[in-house]
């Protein structure tokens, strides 16, 4: 192992430009082949993506005498995850984690830069994962080559684990949930984790839960010249979804917590989508389904509140004359038939996240976001990261931060900006700092 010269002010590190930049130049050249989506037939092969940051470490791993502790992991063919490690002298430890190598797909005719070619303008740099997330695995790699090149002595272990499938939940055991599964991160419970895989600059201390639903109302066909001999389902939808959302926000009102944790938005609950059966203009439609989402912040539980939603439409089913109707004729039970509704729920559901805002690894966060920035503005969201949920309720203390822009996530024309990049690293290395100085 390579001998460690007198102790470094880690205040002394810094981005080198030159070499991001590059690397990131490499990523951005292989994202074509990185996209993921198994319903368009896209399978990512983040092996490609790892064989660039391990082209970058290599120098600094022990076996060419480094310090540098490199373990690539595949759970299947080409999907890479990697962690890295610079050893402190401790069992204590810092973690940076779920900066992704796998990006969402990009329509080369809907850019106005190729997406798959980095291209530098001034102070911006586009292409698909530049903010969601290559760009945070280059800065993650050279933030471990600045410590395997400057050898500060360290009192805890910092890792670095940079992971595959993030952007799709619907292959399994192949990124961060089996790396946990199979023990491979328990070696950082003994400290905060930093998921950098977030937007804007500052920490994002929570998330929400994510649940589908599907409301459907059943009536009777009949011409749309004979109202009266109709069940009109697609009035008895409209009115019972703006029935639901009324009791839905009594029931799961904004509370103080939301505040606390600096949420954007309390839970919601709205329509997002509509489709009915097939047939003409001139027909009352027999059903319709208006299908939407409830975005549910972490003081909430889940289970609860899906049981809300069933109560409140058996509710409206068992007085279903009492729902508002639209004009004389308009009815939700005639002679010959009584409107019917039903509440579907979608495979599987998302939970939320709120992050201790006691944890030492969050106030240093902040202290260093302050310190690099001149202000810590933490906040929340109401999108959803499931696998920082996983995390956490696997006994891990997260943190959220990321440096891309929130505006240009999953967008065309995505790109980050080098200023941006380069203050991230600073905050990253002055929270190693912080949490060094304060034990």
């Not at 590190?13 to 993921?36: C, D, F, G, M």
């Not at 990006?103 to 530098?120: G, H, I, K, S, Y």
């Not at 009035?235 to 939301?258: G, I, M, S, T």
């Given at each position: 192992m390579s001998k460690r010269p007198a102790p470094v002010s880690l205040d002394s590190l810094s981005l080198p430009t030159t070499e991001y930049v590059e690397l990131l130049r490499k990523l951005i050249a292989e994202s074509e082949h990185l996209q993921?989506?198994?319903?368009?037939?896209?399978?990512?092969?983040?092996?490609?993506?790892?064989?660039?940051?391990?082209?970058?470490?290599?120098?600094?791993?022990?076996?060419?005498?480094?310090?540098?502790?490199?373990?690539?992991?595949?759970?299947?063919?080409?999907?890479a995850n990697l962690i890295i490690k610079y050893p402190g002298a401790t069992d204590k430890s810092i973690a940076f984690v779920g900066s992704h190598m796998?990006?969402?797909?990009?329509?080369?005719?809907?850019?106005?830069?190729?997406?798959?070619?980095?291209?530098?303008?001034?102070?911006?740099?586009?292409?698909?994962?530049?903010?969601?997330?290559?760009?945070?695995?280059a800065l993650v790699t050279e933030m471990m080559v600045a410590l395997a090149q400057a050898k500060p002595t360290l009192q805890r272990t910092v890792t670095a684990v940079m992971i595959a499938n993030e952007e799709n939940g619907e292959v399994q055991n192949v990124g961060v949930d089996q790396l946990m599964a199979t023990g491979k991160l328990d070696h950082i419970k003994s400290g905060p984790v930093f998921w950098v895989d977030v937007a804007d600059s500052h920490p994002c201390v929570g998330t929400a839960g994510s649940i589908n639903w599907h409301l459907k109302a059943k009536g009777k066909l009949f011409h749309s010249g004979l109202p009266h001999k109709a069940v009109n389902a697609l009035e008895l939808c409209n009115a019972a979804c703006a029935e639901l959302q009324n009791r839905f926000y009594k029931a799961v009102p904004p509370c103080d917590e939301e505040k606390k944790w600096f949420f954007q938005t309390p839970s919601t609950l709205k329509p997002t989508q509509v489709r009915c059966s097939p047939g003409s203009q001139n027909q009352i439609p027999p059903w319709v389904e208006i299908s939407g989402d409830i975005r549910l912040t972490p003081f909430y539980d889940v289970v609860e509140t899906k049981k809300v939603v069933e109560e409140i439409v058996k509710d409206m089913n068992e007085n279903i004359t009492s729902l508002p109707t639209f004009g004389p004729m308009s009815k939700y039970e005639i002679e010959d038939c009584r409107g019917e509704l039903e509440i579907r729920w979608a495979e599987g559901y998302l939970e939320g996240v709120a992050c201790s805002l006691s944890s030492p690894g969050h106030k240093a966060l902040c202290k260093a976001t302050m310190q690099v920035r001149g202000e810590a503005k933490p906040y929340s969201i109401c999108g959803s990261l499931p696998l920082v949920r996983d995390l956490q309720r696997g006994g891990f203390d997260v943190q959220m931060i990321g440096f891309g822009l929130m505006a240009r996530y999953h967008a065309d024309n995505e790109y980050c900006t080098l200023s941006d990049m380069q203050k991230g690293f600073d905050v990253l290395v002055r929270t190693i700092a912080i949490l060094e100085e304060e034990g």
């Amino acid at each position: 192992m390579s001998k460690r010269p007198a102790p470094v002010s880690l205040d002394s590190l810094s981005l080198p430009t030159t070499e991001y930049v590059e690397l990131l130049r490499k990523l951005i050249a292989e994202s074509e082949h990185l996209q993921n989506n198994p319903a368009q037939g896209l399978h990512p092969k983040e092996v490609l993506a790892a064989a660039h940051v391990l082209e970058r470490l290599g120098p600094f791993t022990t076996e060419k005498g480094g310090l540098l502790e490199v373990e690539q992991v595949c759970f299947k063919e080409g999907r890479a995850n990697l962690i890295i490690k610079y050893p402190g002298a401790t069992d204590k430890s810092i973690a940076f984690v779920g900066s992704h190598m796998d990006v969402v797909p990009a329509n080369p005719e809907t850019w106005e830069r190729d997406p798959f070619t980095l291209t530098v303008e001034g102070n911006n740099l586009y292409g698909r994962g530049t903010t969601d997330c290559l760009g945070h695995v280059a800065l993650v790699t050279e933030m471990m080559v600045a410590l395997a090149q400057a050898k500060p002595t360290l009192q805890r272990t910092v890792t670095a684990v940079m992971i595959a499938n993030e952007e799709n939940g619907e292959v399994q055991n192949v990124g961060v949930d089996q790396l946990m599964a199979t023990g491979k991160l328990d070696h950082i419970k003994s400290g905060p984790v930093f998921w950098v895989d977030v937007a804007d600059s500052h920490p994002c201390v929570g998330t929400a839960g994510s649940i589908n639903w599907h409301l459907k109302a059943k009536g009777k066909l009949f011409h749309s010249g004979l109202p009266h001999k109709a069940v009109n389902a697609l009035e008895l939808c409209n009115a019972a979804c703006a029935e639901l959302q009324n009791r839905f926000y009594k029931a799961v009102p904004p509370c103080d917590e939301e505040k606390k944790w600096f949420f954007q938005t309390p839970s919601t609950l709205k329509p997002t989508q509509v489709r009915c059966s097939p047939g003409s203009q001139n027909q009352i439609p027999p059903w319709v389904e208006i299908s939407g989402d409830i975005r549910l912040t972490p003081f909430y539980d889940v289970v609860e509140t899906k049981k809300v939603v069933e109560e409140i439409v058996k509710d409206m089913n068992e007085n279903i004359t009492s729902l508002p109707t639209f004009g004389p004729m308009s009815k939700y039970e005639i002679e010959d038939c009584r409107g019917e509704l039903e509440i579907r729920w979608a495979e599987g559901y998302l939970e939320g996240v709120a992050c201790s805002l006691s944890s030492p690894g969050h106030k240093a966060l902040c202290k260093a976001t302050m310190q690099v920035r001149g202000e810590a503005k933490p906040y929340s969201i109401c999108g959803s990261l499931p696998l920082v949920r996983d995390l956490q309720r696997g006994g891990f203390d997260v943190q959220m931060i990321g440096f891309g822009l929130m505006a240009r996530y999953h967008a065309d024309n995505e790109y980050c900006t080098l200023s941006d990049m380069q203050k991230g690293f600073d905050v990253l290395v002055r929270t190693i700092a912080i949490l060094e100085e304060e034990g």
